[in-house]
Every structure is written in C-alpha cells, then in structure tokens.
C-alpha cells in the first residue's frame, strides 16, 4: 500500500516538474494549493461519458488549475470490454496508473495487459488505445499539457446519443486527437 502511494505521489511531482519545466515564467505554476478528497471530483467537474465510453471521470486538477500544463482525472471504469478507437493525442504525453480492475492497453505496436499498481505511459503522437478487461475498474489519467481533454470529456457527456464513425471522427478532431484505428477487442 505505501509503495503504490508512494508511486502516485512520485508520478504527481514528476508530472508537475516536466510542466514547469517547459517555461521559467512564473506565470505558468498554481497560485495556490487545494485538496480534492477521496471519490470526490474538483467542485462541478464531474462528467458522465455517454459518447465513447459509459466510464465516470472524476476531475482531480484541471486544465484551468494549471494554466493548461497538465490534467488529471479519476476514471470510474462502467464499460466492461470497452473502450475508445485506436487515437493519438499529437499535442500530449499521457499516462494512466491503474488503482483498481485490469486493462489491455495498445501503444504504438505493443500491447500490455495492465492491473493494480501498474502504469502505463503514451507519448504525443504514438497512437494508442485500451479496453477494460474487468467488471469494475478506476484509474488516474493524467494529460501534460492538459489541452482539450477536460473539453472532450464534457462533450461525451453531454451527447444524447452512440455517435456513428463521423461524428466520433469529428468529437475526436475538435479535441485535437485523431482516430487512426478501430476498438482493441477484449481477448483473454
């Protein structure tokens, strides 16, 4: 258990350090700290995705806490052999630690089958994917720099519909990610 804190803690600084990295204005850190307590999102900052996924992300520090250099969410895993097309983020790096259940993921050629504590790390402009392999699941994700992400997931939540291979193209584009592939298919 403290070796699994520890890792997040470690990933969270890292993920903080390589964005402040990126300019000396001081501008571009957090004014002041904050707290998001367990299970629970950013005050108002909770989407429920219909479009792509039925996961739940929870918004631990958006995009607007940091100027835009990073994001984190907390994704409730509900789509069981389930997840987006094969994409990639040409703007950001990406990483995903798994807190509970297990996944396939696909980066560039490779393919991991990821459970509690593991991470999984997806540069810009690698195209990746991943399914949820379990019935339940929750995981971080985390986006340097935050981009559009926050955006996208607001989106998805406010569909009203499965969007058709178009639409899904063109959630995907507005949000400057590109579909390059379809779905990973949850083979055991």
Known sequence: MKRRDMLLSSLAVLSVMGCAAESDDDENRLDNGFQVRKGEPRPGKQYHMKAVTRNRMDVKISGDDTRGSLAVFEQQGQSPGIGPPLHIHPHQDEWMHILEGSY????????????????????????????????????????????????????????????????????????????????LSARG
């Open 104 to 183: 396939l993921f696909q980066v560039g050629q490779a393919e991991y089958q990821a459970g509690e504590g593991d991470t999984i790390y997806m540069p810009r402009g690698v195209q990746h994917a991943f399914v949820q392999l379990s019935d339940q699941s929750r995981m971080l994700v985390s986006y340097a720099p935050a981009g559009k992400m926050e955006a996208f997931f607001k989106a998805t939540s406010e569909a009203s519909e499965t969007l058709n291979p178009d639409q899904m193209a063109r959630l995907f584009k507005d949000h400057d990610m590109e579909i390059v592939g379809g779905l």
